[in-house]
Structure formats: structure tokens, C-alpha cells
């Protein structure tokens, strides 16, 4: 019978290799509401500044490459942009803060298959 540690290891690791594939947080995705790209409002407190519409100034110190105004932007930058919501530095102090269901969108969505 194996030890208790190495059970502990065990769990944990088919913990790991069930959980989300692509993330820190772990969001089962038959459980939560996955909405799609077109229907998400929280991306109106991200492309004040991460938009194709802006540039220079305009962008307010966003990188020229980050943007959520349209589709295929926001999948080549979904995995950054759950990490930053989760770990609250976007939308930055000053900015209009995410409400807990634009948090949930935005996790949600990066994590379950970026709908469209
Ligand atoms: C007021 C302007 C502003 C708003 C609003 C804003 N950002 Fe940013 N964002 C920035 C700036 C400036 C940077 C570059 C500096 C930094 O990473 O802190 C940045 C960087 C990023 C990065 C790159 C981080 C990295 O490590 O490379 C991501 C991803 C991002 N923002 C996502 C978002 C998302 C998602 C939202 C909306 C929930 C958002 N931002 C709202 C200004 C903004």
C-alpha cells in the first residue's frame, strides 16, 4: 500500500492534468456561464485603451499589440488578459473597475474556448 505522501502526490497531480489546461484558475466549464466575444460587455472597460481605433497618446500607455476590439485580437491575447483580471492589475487603478460578472466574462471566456 503506498504511503501517505506519495497519495497526496498522486492526487495532485491528476489534479493538475484534469483541471483547465491553459491556466491558474480553474473553471470547469459545463458548471459556469461561457459567454460569446459579440455579447461581453467588459471589453468596454478594456479598449478605451486597448483598441485599433487608437494610437499614440490615445492608447494611453497600452501596448500597440494588446487589443479587444474586435475577434481574433481578443483570442491571440485571451490567456493575458484572464491573468490580468485575475490578478486585478486590468483595468488599471483610475480606470472603471470590471463588476464581478465582467470579471466572470472575461475568466470565463478565455478559459472556455474564447466563443465567438
Ligand atoms: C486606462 C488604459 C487601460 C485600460 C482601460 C486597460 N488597460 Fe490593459 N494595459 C494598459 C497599459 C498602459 C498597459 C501596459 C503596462 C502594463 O502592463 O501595466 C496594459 C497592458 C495590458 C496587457 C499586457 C500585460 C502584459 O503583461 O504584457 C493586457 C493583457 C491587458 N492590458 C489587458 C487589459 C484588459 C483585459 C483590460 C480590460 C479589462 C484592460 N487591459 C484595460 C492600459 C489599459
Redesign the pocket.
Known amino acids: 500500500m503506498p504511503s501517505l505522501p506519495r497519495i497526496i502526490v498522486l492526487v495532485s497531480t491528476a489534479h493538475l492534468l484534469l483541471g483547465c489546461t491553459s491556466g491558474a484558475s480553474n473553471v470547469d466549464c459545463k458548471q459556469v456561464t461561457v459567454p460569446k466575444y459579440a455579447e461581453m460587455t ?1 471589453w468596454a ?2 479598449t ?3 483598441s485599433t481605433a487608437l494610437t499614440g497618446a490615445g492608447r ?4 500597440g499589440d ?1 487589443n ?1 476590439d474586435n475577434y481574433d485580437s481578443a483570442v491571440a ?1 485571451a490567456d ?2 484572464r491573468s ?2 485575475e490578478s486585478g ?4 487603478a483610475g ?1 472603471p473597475k ?1 463588476s464581478s460578472a465582467e470579471h466572470d466574462q ?1 475568466v470565463n471566456w478565455a478559459s472556455c474556448d474564447t466563443p465567438q
Open positions: 467588459a472597460k478594456c478605451s485603451c486597448h494611453v500607455g497600452a501596448p494588446i479587444f491575447d493575458l488578459a490580468e483580471v492589475s486590468m483595468p488599471p480606470s470590471l472575461i
